[in-house]
């Protein structure tokens, strides 16, 4: 690449997370609030859907991989939501097991979840800084 050739990064495409069995995968994600955006079974991947964009989370079926028990360090993917209080409380009657409560930041709060395989997200919202969240008022 010469001085003149350059890339530039536009924005994630998915974020592909490994998982076990798909079917188990789907089903804790359905239960998280995740709407699936496609399945392929065949292939052993379906795409979460994330807000209105179309990337998303991709789960893929890697042979072998069994479940782990938190902690453990991992790479975090964080999603925004209006409002991680709610989400934690949603989330725990689902049965969603949370890793710890929610916790303040700079900008509101944050929760954390792991999947069954060891995949760790955070829930977090902007309630403090709502002019740097997706939406810059809290009427939703």
Do not use: C, Q
Request: charged fraction near 25%; glycine fraction near 12%; aromatic fraction near 10%.
């Amino acid at each position: 690449m010469s001085d003149e050739e350059s890339y530039e990064l536009l924005g994630f495409d998915n974020v592909v997370l490994p998982v076990g069995s798909l079917a188990e995968a789907v089903g804790f994600y359905e239960r998280a609030g995740f709407t699936v955006g496609f399945r392929f079974d065949e292939a052993g991947i379906a795409l979460l859907k994330v807000g209105g964009e179309t990337p998303g989370i991709l789960l893929r079926v890697e042979e072998e991989l069994g479940h782990r028990t938190p902690p453990w360090p991992s790479p975090r993917i964080w999603l925004e939501v209006p409002d991680t209080r709610t989400a934690a409380r949603e989330l725990t009657a689902a049965g969603i097991p949370l890793l710890d409560t929610p916790f303040p930041t700079a900008t509101g709060w944050t929760v954390e979840l792991a999947d069954p395989w060891g995949n760790t997200l955070g829930l977090t919202d902007y309630t403090k800084r709502p002019e740097l969240g997706r939406r810059t008022s809290m009427t939703g």
